[in-house]
């Protein structure tokens, strides 16, 4: 059975993420991500906000290994000795958006949203990459609350990863 994508936002993170492009654009900053885990998720709600395009850059939804290594630059062997759920991939993702982006603040997502042959249901690494700082990491470990609401989980992450790497 297929589970249903995350559609209820709740409003006051429909707000935040209005605050965060707002923000961007005060600071005339550019945001792009990097997603596995979320699909585009994260994107996809950043540019549903009117105006967006003058602080959202791009969005890479890197599902597989290779289009990590082919879009971000996150070397193979790194992949294979961490795995793709992984602080250096996270970072590395983060990092591979910002090298090719016109970003100020590049946020990345890599995880295991649901069952995943032994994985940790839950585990996501996030990055945070701000031009001329170094790589923030985070670990969330989510538990077993379905593809959705750890989807729904690292959007509130994104937003606060956003926040902190305006600021």
Not at 3 to 10: F, G, K, Q, R, Y
Not at 129 to 138: E, P, Q, S
């Amino acid at each position: 059975m297929v589970e249903t994508l995350v559609t209820d936002i709740p409003d006051a993170l429909q707000d935040r993420i209005r605050q965060v492009l707002d923000r961007a654009c005060g600071l005339e900053r550019m945001l792009a991500t990097a997603e596995s885990c979320t699909g585009g998720l994260v994107a996809s709600l950043f540019t549903d906000v009117e105006g967006s395009s003058h602080a959202f850059d791009r969005g890479y939804v890197v599902y597989t290994d290779r289009a990590k290594a082919d879009m971000l630059g996150v070397p193979p062997d790194l992949l294979n000795r961490h795995g793709a759920v992984s602080r250096p991939v996270a970072i590395a993702m983060a990092d591979g958006t910002l090298d090719r982006s016109a970003a100020h603040v590049a946020f990345s997502v890599t995880g295991f949203a649901g069952p995943a042959g032994g994985a940790e249901e839950g585990l996501v690494h996030f990055g945070c990459a701000v031009r001329n700082r170094k790589t923030l990491h985070r670990e969330e470990h989510f538990g077993s609350i379905g593809r959705s609401g750890v989807r729904l989980a690292c959007l509130q992450v994104a937003v606060e990863m956003f926040e902190e790497g305006l600021e």
